[in-house]
T-cell receptor, first 114, second 115 residues
Framework: AQSVSQHNHHVILSEAASLELGCNYS??????LFWYVQYPGQHLQLLLK??????LVKGIKGFEAEFIKSKFSFNLRKPSVQWSDTAEYFC????????????FGKGTTLSVSS | GAVVSQHPSWVICKSGTSVKIECRSL??????MFWYRQFPKQSLMLMAT?????????EQGVEKDKFLINHASLTLSTLTVTSAHPEDSSFYIC???????????FGPGTRLTVL
């Protein structure tokens, strides 16, 4: 069965530190890749997505992610985090078939201290 | 754009009663909506895929007679938890898919507490 792995359960950073959250998926075919963020008390919001083309995608709030097909990875990065980035981050994939459901990773809690 | 709402945002009910949760796509039409369940500090678990005008597709282990899903229009899907028990207490989240971009947008969730 397809699955998504997020390596870091809880990441603690100071403001201005750089961030990289790992995400790997297990599926040999074509996938669509997503990162969602859930701020405390809020609903899931789409950060960025990759379907095809340039493997380096930029999202909202200064986040970016790079798709490396050979590594089945889609890591999320931000050069300099802010206290307001404290949230839960979820990596998710859909199979490249219209209408398929998202398969979520377990999530990574990011805590940023000011 | 792509706003999804859920109602109610929280509900407390007695064991044995039924609870209906609504999921609406406010500014777009969604032929496909999804229902998830999220346990504290855990990821989202897909419960079912709701397709407008047809029967929902349930994930393995999800009782379709207990979690009734109706997707009667292109902007509304409902999840009814029938004969709720305390173990059904959870955070239920829906998403609606924008067909043109194959991207899902999530509602704010409904906190269900069964006493």
């Amino acid at each position: 069965a397809q699955s998504v792995s997020q390596h870091n359960h809880h990441v603690i950073l100071s403001e201005a530190a750089s961030l990289e959250l790992g995400c790997n998926y297990s599926y040999g075919g074509t996938v669509n890749l997503f990162w969602y963020v859930q701020y405390p008390g809020q609903h899931l919001q789409l950060l960025l997505k990759y379907f095809s083309g340039d493997p380096l995608v930029k999202g909202i709030k200064g986040f970016e992610a790079e798709f490396i097909k050979s590594k089945f990875s889609f890591n999320l990065r931000k050069p300099s985090v802010q206290w307001s980035d404290t949230a839960e981050y979820f990596c998710a994939v859909t199979l490249n078939q219209a209408g398929t459901a998202l398969i979520f990773g377990k999530g990574t809690t990011l805590s940023v201290s000011s | 754009g792509a706003v999804v709402s859920q109602h109610p945002s929280w509900v407390i009910c007695k064991s044995g009663t039924s609870v209906k949760i609504e999921c609406r796509s406010l500014d777009f039409q969604a032929t496909t909506m999804f229902w998830y369940r999220q346990f504290p500090k855990q990821s989202l678990m897909l419960m079912a895929t709701s397709n407008e005008g047809s029967k929902a597709t349930y994930e393995q282990g999800v009782e379709k007679d207990k979690f009734l899903i109706n997707h009667a229009s292109l902007t509304l899907s409902t999840l009814t938890v029938t004969s709720a028990h305390p173990e059904d207490s959870s955070f239920y989240i829906c998403s609606a898919r924008v067909q043109a971009t194959d991207t899902q947008y999530f509602g704010p969730g409904t906190r269900l507490t069964v006493l």
